[in-house]
């Protein structure tokens, strides 16, 4: 994996005449996430990818600002751009492809956790919102095309700040 990087065909123009491989990010590096076997890290930044064995270019219109990745290899990230975006990678393959946009924020979403058994999703942002997200945690419709994977099940309220941190002990938030 190591030595692959570092072929040419490994390279992408990043600007004009400067190339560097495509595991680098060209702006500022917000978020990692291993997946639970510790096998994969991901990251995500505010030049509006993630990164894990294959670069998702535009995977928002603004920055990324969290990522997390379930025990399935569903992955979720948050962005300035007020949404939440769930990504799947089908067994042996490396390309993500987008299964759906959760929207209910009105600001940028600052970061993510999940309930212990996966199948709740909480998101906070900066407009002082906390969304409870339910369901399968991915999926499509019958004819292939991308479904909303969750629904929200609620807003808690209380915050008079931004929220800019979230975690999930067992049963806890």
């Known amino acids: 994996m190591l030595l692959s990087l570092l072929s040419p065909e ?9 190339k560097c491989t495509w595991v680098h990010h060209v702006d500022t590096v917000s978020a990692l996430a291993l997946f639970h076997d510790g096998a994969l890290l991901f990251s995500a930044s505010w030049d509006h990818t993630f990164k894990c064995l294959q670069s998702v270019a535009d995977a928002h219109h603004d920055a990324v600002n969290t990522i997390l990745v379930s025990t ?4 979720y990230t948050g962005s300035a751009d007020t949404t939440v975006k769930v990504w799947r990678r089908l ?12 929207e209910r924020h009105r600001s940028a979403v600052n970061t993510l956790a999940l309930s212990s058994n996966g199948s709740v999703l909480y998101s906070v942002a900066c407009d002082r919102s906390f969304v409870v997200w339910e369901g399968g945690g991915g999926g499509s ?3 292939g095309s991308s479904s909303t994977p969750m629904v929200v ?4 309220s209380g ?9 999930t002990v067992g049963e806890l938030v």
């Open 10 to 18: 490994s390279y992408v123009e990043v600007c004009r005449h400067k």
């Open 72 to 75: 399935d290899g569903t992955t």
């Open 91 to 102: 067994p042996g393959e490396t390309k993500h492809s987008l299964v759906g946009t959760l």
């Open 141 to 143: 419709s019958g004819d």
């Open 153 to 156: 099940a609620g807003v808690l």
């Open 159 to 167: 915050h008079t700040k931004a929220v800019l941190c979230l975690e």
